[in-house]
């Protein structure tokens, strides 16, 4: 009974149901952020990955001396694990396509991007940053 | 065969941890609440409470806006439940035990932050600097970084 349970568990983890499910809690999490593009900004047409990119590899230096970028913590290839540049803790890889889960939790998302902009470029992240980045790491 | 005896217990206490704690302080019990190990988890190992008073926590939890430089707010309902479960296993909490251990450098009164600040952890990681320079140190906090049990209340190695 409980290998069957555990099987099933373990099933139900790596299916592609899951993975569609943790998808689809992405799409979500950037239509969330597109309504408040286009609120803050008529002209708002859509994310962009370059955009994204381009945000994820600056030297912004405006936060936190010890990640003055986000590739402080998580490289240079956001396929590949990383280490938080305070701690000392290893951190999943940021690219979706190595952790699917990682975009899946709004409340997670939320709470990752107020207090990593902030450390990074020692402010929040506009709308428009947050779904560019997320479209960014959703193609890696 | 009461040689017998006090071999198989000598052997016994060695190879059991636990005891090892009261003998030495090196281990203490891990957060066991799944909540506080994720949430403390997320950016550095989830400290064992016992290394501080539970005065200690309530100050770092009323303070997590300016968590050692890090803005690690919570939610009011999830921040009560961390600190509600470090006080209760905070190391002068009622029951104790080897947690006491880790007490005694703590001035009546004080409200010390840093597990770090501990002059028996002082006095045990008396390293060379190229030790604390590894890529993959970072920090005097990161435990696991050289105790690959720390996760399960192991700092013996």
């Not at chain 2, 007490?103 to 390293?127: C, K, Q, S, Y």
Request: hydrophobic share 40%; with cysteine.
């Amino acid at each position: 009974m409980t290998r069957l349970a555990a099987a099933a568990l373990l099933a139900l983890v790596l299916s592609p149901a899951t993975l569609a499910a943790a998808d689809g809690q992405q799409a979500a999490i950037l239509d969330a952020y597109a309504a408040k593009a286009r609120a803050a900004d008529p002209a708002f047409t859509g994310f962009s990955a370059a955009r994204g990119e381009a945000l994820f590899r600056r030297e912004w230096n405006g936060g936190d001396p010890r990640t003055p970028a986000c590739t402080s913590c998580h490289t240079a290839n956001p396929k590949q694990p990383g280490r938080n540049a305070k701690t000392g803790r290893p951190i999943d890889p940021a690219a979706a396509s190595a952790s699917p889960e990682r975009y899946a939790d709004p409340g997670k998302v939320e709470k990752h991007f107020s207090r990593d902009c902030k450390s990074v470029l020692g402010r929040d992240c506009t709308a428009i940053e947050r779904g560019d980045h997320i479209t960014f790491m959703a193609g890696q | 065969m009461t040689h017998r005896i006090l071999w198989l217990l000598a052997i016994l206490i060695l190879a059991y941890p636990g005891i090892d704690a009261r003998a030495g302080g090196k281990t203490l019990p891990p957060v066991a609440d799944p909540l506080v190990a994720n949430l403390c988890g997320e950016c550095h190992m989830a400290f064992p409470p016992g290394f501080l008073p539970a005065r200690s926590w309530t100050a770092i939890m009323a303070t997590l806006d300016d968590h050692f430089g890090e803005d690690a707010t919570l939610p009011g309902d999830q921040a009560r439940a961390v600190e509600a479960y470090l006080t209760d296993h905070a190391g002068d909490a009622p029951g104790g035990g080897a947690r006491r251990e880790f007490m005694r450098w703590v001035a009546p009164g004080g409200v010390p932050r840093r597990i770090t600040d501990n002059p028996a952890f002082l006095r045990e990681h008396d390293f060379p600097e190229r030790v604390w320079q590894r890529p993959e140190v970072v920090t005097r906090s990161n435990c696991p970084a050289c105790h690959r049990r720390a996760d399960r209340g192991l700092f013996d190695d």
